[in-house]
């Protein structure tokens, strides 16, 4: 059939084509009967998770326009339907002309409303809120920077300078992590253990310009021992001495006594060793010094008199104290296990049993458990920390440490150790962040 337009007027039923076949009522304002051809698909697709259809008809947004112009009515709660001209809305049967100004919603103005009321609620919220830790260290930390001089630079508003504060704030944490992570990386093995600090020197091999000190090496290279009996002014005890002293032990002239041996050493009553009232004495062995090859003989003799060269008086011991050591002497496991010498080894101390022999049994007495343990083949050349745990044999083992002992065993120092295993976990945690 021809379609032209001049040809429709005389095939088409004109009654019918005027006819409106489309409603001209917004769908959100269409009543939600049965009779309504959606009326089915809304109620299930309430019911499930749905897309808009291909006719362009979405229930979820249907129903909630709906709701909202309901809701959005101030003067009339009933339904679009219901409404009639008389109360401002149209019936299901009534559409705006293209004259007619529909009632637009309020719901922007009440929005609006709505927002400047809880704006106004949080100013006065925080207002009577007190302030928090975050809050009073960045403060704190911005305490140079006031309020003024925020102002001046933009940032007028309150929260704009909370805000700045804060980020300062934050920036000071980064920096303090920072420090910290750098000193473990950089600083910490230098406090613990300084490369300085860690100088060894082992034993035999302790030359003519040092003197061994329970287990420590002193430099006298340089040094002049004041006037005394046998000794000119000035004159070095090392070189110039008719006994050279170059690389001996002289322990048994700086002896430490009445800390944990007393009790353990008494003196005898015929005793030539001065003491106090209250049991302290005066020293132990007599004032010699000995080879630190361990092959010394025992000399229970004294040069001048009773007591010389015993360093007891407070002059010389301060003098003493005031020495600074170049190094440990330590001795190794195959040191230790060296048969021609009676070693121990207790809490990391290298102790020599044959010093034991050197007492004067006619000065002064002694537990029998010293010449037990100096003749027990078991505690030879082995380590004995943890075989002495009574209280009774560790008082014994820290009364051996003060008087005979004669080095440390090759270990690294606990801050040595420590300082190793916190770079490695530095180390490992920089690289896992990165």
């Keep these: 059939?021809?379609?032209?337009?001049?040809?429709?007027?005389?095939?088409?039923?004109?009654?019918?084509?005027?006819?409106?076949?489309?409603?001209?009522?917004?769908?959100?304002?269409?009543?939600?009967?049965?009779s309504h051809p959606n009326y089915h698909y809304r109620k299930h697709a309430k019911k499930?998770?749905?897309?808009?259809?291909?006719?362009?008809?979405?229930?979820?947004?249907?129903d909630q326009l709906e709701a909202?112009?309901?809701?959005?009515?101030?003067?009339?709660?009933?339904?679009?339907?219901?409404?009639?001209?008389?109360?401002?809305?149209?019936?299901?049967?009534q559409a705006p002309l293209d004259g007619d100004t529909p009632r637009m919603p309020r719901r922007l103005t009440r929005s609006k409303t709505m927002e400047n009321?809880?704006?106004?609620?949080?100013?006065?919220?925080?207002?009577?809120?007190?302030?928090s830790l975050w809050n009073v260290y960045c403060a704190i930390v911005t305490f140079w920077c006031?309020?003024?001089?925020?102002?001046?630079?933009?940032?007028?508003?309150?929260?704009?300078?909370?805000?700045?504060?804060?980020?300062?704030?934050?920036?000071?944490?980064?920096?303090?992590?920072?420090?910290?992570?750098?000193?473990?990386?950089?600083?910490?093995?230098e406090t613990v253990c300084p490369a300085g600090g860690n100088v060894r020197l082992r034993v035999n091999k302790v030359d003519r310009g040092f003197l061994i000190i329970h287990g420590k090496a002193y430099d006298l290279g340089e040094s002049t021992h004041p006037a005394a009996r046998g000794i000119a002014s000035g004159a070095n005890i090392l070189f110039d001495l008719p006994e050279k002293h170059g690389g001996q032990d002289a322990s048994f002239l700086f002896q430490n006594v009445n800390g944990a041996c007393k009790g353990l050493i008494t003196p005898k009553e015929d005793s030539g060793i001065p003491t106090s009232d209250n049991g302290g004495m005066a020293w132990y062995f007599p004032c010699r010094t000995f080879n630190q090859d361990g092959f010394s003989k025992p000399n229970n003799t004294f040069l001048e008199y009773n007591g010389y060269m015993c360093h007891t008086s407070d002059s010389a011991r301060r003098a003493y104290y005031g020495l600074r050591n170049a190094g440990d002497v330590y001795f190794t496991w195959d040191d230790i296990r060296n048969s021609s010498r009676n070693l121990m080894v207790w809490g990391g101390d290298v102790l020599d049993l044959?010093?034991?022999?050197?007492?004067?049994?006619?000065?002064?007495?002694?537990?029998?458990?010293?010449?037990q343990i100096k003749v027990n083949p078991a505690v030879r050349g082995v380590d004995v920390t943890r075989a002495y745990s009574s209280s009774y044999e560790k008082q014994v083992a820290r009364c051996f440490t003060e008087i005979i002992k004669v080095g440390s065993i090759d270990t690294e120092s606990i801050g040595c150790i420590a300082s190793q295993v916190v770079l490695y976990v530095s180390l490992i945690f920089i690289l896992a962040v990165v």
């Design 1 to 34: 059939m021809e379609r032209d337009p001049i040809m429709r007027g005389q095939n088409g039923t004109p009654a019918q084509e005027l006819g409106r076949k489309r409603s001209l009522i917004r769908p959100e304002r269409q009543r939600n009967d049965p």
């Design 354 to 371: 044959n010093l034991l022999d050197w007492f004067n049994r006619t000065q002064v007495n002694v537990p029998a458990i010293f010449d």
């Design 146 to 189: 006031p309020d003024a001089v925020l102002k001046c630079f933009g940032k007028p508003a309150k929260a704009q300078q909370r805000a700045w504060r804060e980020k300062v704030g934050l920036v000071s944490i980064i920096l303090l992590i920072c420090t910290f992570v750098g000193y473990l990386t950089f600083g910490f093995t």
């Design 68 to 93: 909202e112009t309901v809701s959005s009515d101030g003067t009339d709660l009933k339904p679009p339907h219901l409404r009639n001209a008389s109360g401002g809305g149209y019936s299901d049967k």
């Design 117 to 131: 009321r809880e704006i106004q609620r949080q100013k006065e919220k925080d207002k009577l809120r007190p302030p």
């Design 48 to 62: 499930m998770s749905v897309q808009p259809s291909t006719t362009g008809n979405d229930p979820i947004l249907e």
